[in-house]
């Protein structure tokens, strides 16, 4: 069976890419996208800073076709911004709007966005009805369990958000308390999934760091597919290894040397392509140390890559690397 969001067909089992803040920008999304990514999100969008023409809102807009299909985030505390913002979004042309409940960092919760709605489920269905109402387009949602252990609401929030129209619930397994601590809990999802009264598609998020666990959690949970976060940043093949596994039962073999400098050239083009040389280069160093993760002494070249200051200089730096280690592979 097809997952279905609106008209949007995602296949059977689709895996999602999360959205995350200074992370899923294009350059990201394109290197997830090339290694199976089936639907991924642009990092949240505030809805203040869409109506007031911010810069770097308005940036964040930037979709290309080769994305699709696609989410535009947003999050915000007022119902009129999350209307208005919702408008400015749809123009942009993607094929899905996505609401941000689940951000649990103080600057979104504790100005009343993101996670800090579980605190007022009334007021996060009048939001979500406004952004419904707002576009053409699905709307899905992102959420937590709840705002702490005591307030564990988001079986009841399911049920609310589907009967005001979106179209499919994302559901991190954790609480806001919990931020990104802990063990994320998925017994509730499979609760929400079990429900009679749903009918949309339920992802699961949280903790899928590899493709035993995606193919374990699949069959535990029931859920209709996957979204994964971190265990991408640097590591874009989770996608297509955890896809090689439900298929075959065995594991792919992780990329080589050759394959990381690859993708790690990529994205770095991407990255000065899309955000020019100086903010690209400087945006880029925080995915080098995750691309080259449990390399043998590697210290001494991340140092160097963290410091180059041109596009030449790392791709000297990468060459460097690939001659050095792929004599050793």
Known sequence: MSVQIGNIDLGE???LLAPMEDVSDPPFRYVCKQNGADMMYTEFISSEGLIRDAAKSRQK???FEYE???GIQIFGSDI???REATEIATQANPDLMDINYGCPVKQVACRGAGASLLQDIDKMVAMTKAVVNATHLPVTVKTRLGWDDTTK????VAERLQDVGIKALTIHGRTRAQMYKGVADWTLIREIKKNPRI????FGNGDIDSPEKAADWRLEYGVDGMMIGRAAIGYPWIFREIKHYFKTGEHLEGPTIAERINVCRTHLQRSVEWKGPKTGIFEMRRHYASYFKGIENFKEYRMRLVQAPTVDEVE???AEVHDNYAVMA
């Open 13 to 15: 089992f689709p895996l």
């Open 61 to 63: 807009l930037d979709i």
């Open 68 to 70: 699709r299909p696609i």
């Open 80 to 82: 009129d911004h999350m």
């Open 153 to 156: 609401n988001v079986y009841e």
């Open 199 to 202: 009918n949309i598609p339920i």
């Open 316 to 318: 000297d730096i990468l």
